[in-house]
């Protein structure tokens, strides 16, 4: 019920004649200007938002304010000085009219043109505190009401958000003419690491693409894991019908890069067999480490127990009979070994798997090993070695049924070619060599690792961490002996990020990430720096977060994942989050450590060759 209570009568007081002088219109009719702010400051209401301030402006001020503008306002009566960013609008309200009045409606249905005055307002977050030499602090107050607002030009705001790095992403959304970028000189980018993430379609190639040649061009060693063969061409100028016009309307010619270098695994087929400059590698099984083979091989129980025993024993069999280049590097190096980072020291695939045979055929109670099973690289030259060191090991570990599955776990990694083969030739005839990572790796160059053809995912993701262990070693050497002023710079670019870490995996999988974090955290010192590139970022681990501090976030469709990004991504803003889900294709967010708020900006496209793309 309405309250009945009477209320006391209150005294008016006329109001003085400077404040009328204020509110007076102009005497020729103009638009009233209240000064040369582009904006004031209302009062607060209930439905006020902490870190928030409404901006109002004049209806000739409309054009200039945008989406993610910067201003600063100068608090009136305390003379503080604030730096906002638009979160919301800029929006138009009739002067004197709710925008929903029945007349407005009424004539916009009928057709008749009646557009009233009206004025515009903003949601400013407030970012900063501006102290009189430009320094910024927190802020810890709000402006008053009423106080003035001034749009930043083009070179304030580009010193104000510190985005035109010379690694180029593209330019900003609602900031004509300001370019953003990450920089290559400062360790606090590309060393510490970056996620880039996208459905299908949004552009998530082709700004990878870009980013490899930005990268390139500022003198770092590019390695690029790719698991769809989609960069194997990037050599060639692009081609493709939906990148064309793009690169046509940023007034880019399309280009393929320069010196750049094509690593297919042995005998596997490659997307791209018309590069100019394909090389055949193969991997050393003595430097993976037997922790994360076997995490990889995802045996059980009872065959991770037989895989270990047959490893051990085929490594001191190997020490036994000196099947080493060199005894003495061989001792050394079986007294530095440690089986968290690499394998048992000159130890072969094949060693391995002719152990593991030999034990098979002694618990089955077989006289020996048929010599068509063991191998030239293994112990065919030394049966009956092979077959003592075998029975030790039938001792402790019996039970036909689970060698037999070891052995065949063991015998599929073995066929994939992929360990152990230098010397031989590839069939397009091609030598098969070692991976040199100290000389494979220098300034300026791309290499392509095109790992489409092994189709195992656990075969490829054994490949990949090898990779890692190894560019990781042989950049804190070059590290180490370069100048303060010149150090090497190296960036690693894994695409399907999802398929080599997943959330699901982790906890089968704890030496393979405990491995991948240490390279992170050791790399980030060493101008080492991973990209994580995934259109499944779902599948990620939480962990994988906290690694990259950088983000470029492309359109995703799917809504609990953007909220999963949101409560594990920060430096983002609400408004943004609600854009993720419609951003158009080649659009993304960007939160980079010293680009502060994250930005909506317009990526370059690449203006190489991607395959798969139309």
């Known amino acids: 019920m309405p309250d009945t209570k009477e209320v006391p009568d209150l005294e008016v007081k006329p109001l003085p004649e400077s404040v009328w002088g204020q509110l007076a219109a102009p005497e020729d009719g103009a638009p009233w200007q209240p000064d040369d702010s582009d904006g004031r400051t209302l009062f607060d209401t209930p439905h006020s938002e902490d870190n928030t301030v409404l901006v109002v402006f004049p209806q000739a001020r409309c054009e200039q304010w945008r989406s993610q503008a910067l201003a600063h306002v100068f608090s009136e009566g305390d003379n503080r000085k604030y730096l906002g960013q638009v979160v919301k609008g800029p929006y138009a309200a009739p002067n004197g009219l709710p925008a929903t009045s029945p007349l407005l409606l009424a004539t916009q249905i009928e057709g008749t043109l009646f557009t009233p005055p009206y004025h515009g307002w903003v949601q400013l977050a407030i970012l900063s505190e501006v102290d009189k030499d430009g320094n910024v602090t927190a802020p810890l107050l709000r402006p008053r009401p009423n106080s003035k607002v001034k749009l930043l030009d083009l070179e304030q705001t580009r010193v104000a958000l510190h985005c035109d790095g010379d690694l180029r992403l593209g330019q900003a959304i609602g900031n004509p003419g300001l370019e953003v970028g990450l920089q290559s000189r400062e360790k606090h980018h590309i060393p510490r690491h970056t996620l880039v993430v996208g459905t299908t379609g949004a552009g998530k190639s082709t700004c990878v693409a870009a980013l490899v040649e930005r990268l390139a061009a500022a003198g770092f060693c590019v390695l690029v894991i790719d698991v769809e063969g989609e960069y194997t061409a990037i050599n060639e100028p692009a081609d493709s019908k939906g990148i064309l016009p793009a690169l046509k309307a940023r007034g880019i010619a399309p280009a393929g890069l320069n010196n750049t270098y094509l690593l297919v695994p042995t005998s596997i087929a490659t997307a791209n067999p018309a590069h100019p400059h394909v090389r055949r590698f193969c991997l050393d099984f003595a430097n993976v480490s037997p922790l994360i083979a076997l995490e990889l091989l995802q045996g059980n129980d009872a065959q991770s127990e037989r895989f270990h025993a047959a490893y051990d ?40 798997l002719d152990m593991a045979e030999a034990v098979s055929a002694l618990v089955a109670n077989d006289e020996g090993v048929p010599e068509k099973f063991l191998h030239g690289d293994g112990f065919r030259d030394h049966p009956k070695e092979l077959l003592a060191k075998a ?61 489409h053809g092994i189709d195992a995912p656990q075969h490829r993701n054994l490949a990949i961490s090898d990779l890692l262990r190894g560019v990781m070693e042989a950049q804190s050497e070059r590290y180490a002996k370069a100048p303060p002023d010149d150090k090497p710079k190296t960036a690693i670019i894994i695409e399907e990020a999802h398929e080599l870490v997943s959330a699901e995996r982790v906890k089968q999988m704890p030496t393979l990430f405990a491995q991948i974090q240490r390279i992170a955290r050791r790399g980030r010192k060493r101008w080492l720096g991973l990209v994580f590139a995934t259109q499944f970022p779902q599948h990620l681990p939480g962990e994988l977060f906290t690694l990259c501090n950088n983000r470029i976030l492309l359109r995703l469709g799917d809504e609990p994942t953007i909220q999963r990004l949101k409560h594990s991504v920060g430096g983002v803003g609400d408004n943004l989050w609600g854009r993720l889900k419609n951003l158009p294709t080649g659009q993304a967010i960007v939160s980079a450590h010293g680009i502060d708020p994250a930005m909506l900006v317009a990526l370059d496209p690449g203006r190489c060759k991607l395959l798969m793309v139309d």
Request: no cysteine.
């Open 313 to 352: 024993a085929a490594g001191e069999l190997v020490t036994q009979l000196g099947l080493v280049p060199n005894r003495e590097d061989h001792r050394q190096a079986l007294v530095a070994w440690d089986d968290q980072e690499s394998g048992y020291p000159n130890l072969k695939l094949a060693h391995v």
């Open 391 to 451: 029975a030790q090991v039938k001792k402790r570990h019996g039970h036909t049924a689970s060698w037999r599955k070891t052995v065949g776990l063991i015998a599929t990694l073995y066929r994939t070619g992929l360990f152990d083969r230098a010397g031989q030739r590839a069939p397009d005839g091609k030598e098969i060599t070692s991976l040199d990572y100290s000389k494979m790796i220098e300034g300026g160059r791309v290499l392509v690792f095109d790992m």
